[in-house]
Nanobody, 123 residues
Framework: QVQLVESGGGLVQAGGSLRLSCAASGRTFSSYTMGWFRQAPGQEREFVAGIRWSDGTTYVTDAVKGRFTISRDNAKNTVYLQMNSLKPEDTAVYYC????????????????WGQGTQVTVSS
């Protein structure tokens, strides 16, 4: 059973940075794609970024391109989301997710989810 545990959220001022971590366990993830999503109050969940575990190929959405970077550490079985130049509109609960697929740019197909970590950006 896949387990995903996010950490690293918190309160930061606009323009600041945070790095979210997602510790993954329960599977060999070489055939998986890992993703980050976010959900702000009253809004639908939004796909932010994806990474193919096997070769590290990444994808980030236009909404965060140039500010957010997704990466992974094979030795630690951990996926990261580095968030720079944060804006108040980045405020949301951020979720890590996993799917057995190579399609990093597709938001669909994710089957396993973490519990989420809150990111709040003050103006």
């Amino acid at each position: 059973q896949v387990q995903l545990v996010e950490s690293g959220g918190g309160l930061v001022q606009a323009g600041g940075s945070l790095r979210l971590s997602c510790a993954a366990s329960g599977r060999t993830f070489s055939s998986y794609t890992m993703g980050w999503f976010r959900q702000a109050p009253g809004q639908e969940r939004e796909f932010v970024a994806g990474i193919r575990w096997s070769d590290g190929t990444t994808y980030v959405t236009d909404a965060v391109k140039g500010r957010f970077t997704i990466s992974r550490d094979n030795a630690k079985n951990t996926v990261y989301l580095q968030m720079n130049s944060l804006k108040p509109e980045d405020t949301a609960v951020y979720y890590c997710a996993a799917k057995r697929s190579a399609w990093i740019s597709l938001a669909s197909g994710y089957t396993d989810w973490g519990q989420g970590t809150q990111v709040t950006v003050s103006s």
